[in-house]
Structure formats: C-alpha cells, structure tokens
C-alpha cells in the first residue's frame, strides 16, 4: 500500500504532540517517530509503547493480536492477522502498513517485526533495531540437557518489531486524498 498526501493543517494534527519526540531515533525524527513493541506467544499478549498505545486508541499497554488489529482499517486486517499466524510458526522477518482508524481520524503506521527463536541473549529493546537488521543467535545445549517439555515448545517463542508513525495524518474518511494506493 503506497499513499501519497497532501499537506494537511498541522492546526487540524490532534496527534502531533504523539509523534513530536523521537530522541532514541534522531536521524528518523523530522519524518516519523519510531516505537518498540514486543508479543510473548506464550500468551499471546503485545506489549506495546504509550505513543501506540494513544495512536491505536487502546487503554492499556498491553492487548492481544485481535483488539490490535481492529484499530485498522477492516480491509487490512485479516492480511495482518495471516502474517502474524505466519511468523507465530516459523522465525521470519515480516513488514505492513495500514491505517489507524480512532476516533474520527486516520493515520498510517508501519510495522516492522520479527519472530525470534529461544534466544540465549533475549534481544534487549535497545538492541532491537541490529536484531531486526541480523540473525538471531539461537540457543545450543546438549541433548541431554533438553527436557522433554521444551522438545513440545513451539520453536517461535517472541515477536518483536517496530511502529514507525509518519508525521502526518490522512485526511478524514470520505475526504481521502490519495493519489496512488
């Protein structure tokens, strides 16, 4: 999905004091804020930063897949959904773009995310970017020192991935100033 807009009002932007700050990204700031957000499959819980929290128009920090995805457009989310039961089964790297709708006004968001085998270093959220970026170091013990309960554990243990909130907003539904999609 590609969009073009035009310029809004920056006066009409409810949402710029959600994006402004962006000082762990400072080469990306003028052009988008970027936030961490993690999914521990073990319970299938995303936990994700306050600026997505506010721009996907939840309550708490912490959602599942599903009140997730019901913040985007309804085209978009069964596409999102696949792609997140792919990565649930199989380590892979995965990218999508969709439109938060919240509240009487859209913005586009980009999601950047991997699935990641047990670990044996769990990828700190400040090292996240170089994780996205490489291979994850997996974890190599002896045979003899594997329970049968871990054999039974899915291979894919964690989702980890991005937000990268353009700074701008789409125009209201029905006021749509795409020229390309």
């Known amino acids: 999905m590609f969009k073009i807009l035009t310029a809004l009002d920056p006066k009409a932007d409810l949402t710029t004091g959600l994006v402004a700050d962006n000082d762990d990204y400072p080469a990306i700031a003028p052009y ?15 936990k994700l930063g306050p600026r997505a929290v506010a721009l ?3 309550s708490l920090p912490e959602c599942g897949l599903l009140s997730l995805t019901r913040c985007y457009e309804a085209e978009d989310r069964g596409h999102i959904l696949s792609i ?19 509240s009487g006004f859209r913005y586009p968001v980009f999601c950047l995310g991997r699935s990641l085998e047990r670990l044996t270093d769990p990828c700190p959220p400040s090292s996240l970017m170089q994780a996205l970026a490489g291979e994850p170091h997996r974890v190599s013990l002896p045979l003899s020192s594997v329970s049968p309960l871990d054999m039974l554990r899915p291979p894919v243990e964690v989702i980890r991935g ?10 209201p539904a029905g006021d749509d100033q795409r020229v390309m999609d």
């Open 32 to 46: 988008a804020a970027v936030e961490e957000w993690t999914s521990d499959l073990a319970n299938g819980v995303l």
């Open 56 to 58: 996907h128009g939840l």
């Open 84 to 102: 997140f039961e792919q990565a649930a089964t199989t380590p892979s790297s995965f990218c999508f773009s969709a439109t938060i709708v919240n």
């Open 162 to 171: 991005i937000f990268v909130f353009p700074h701008f907003t789409a125009p």
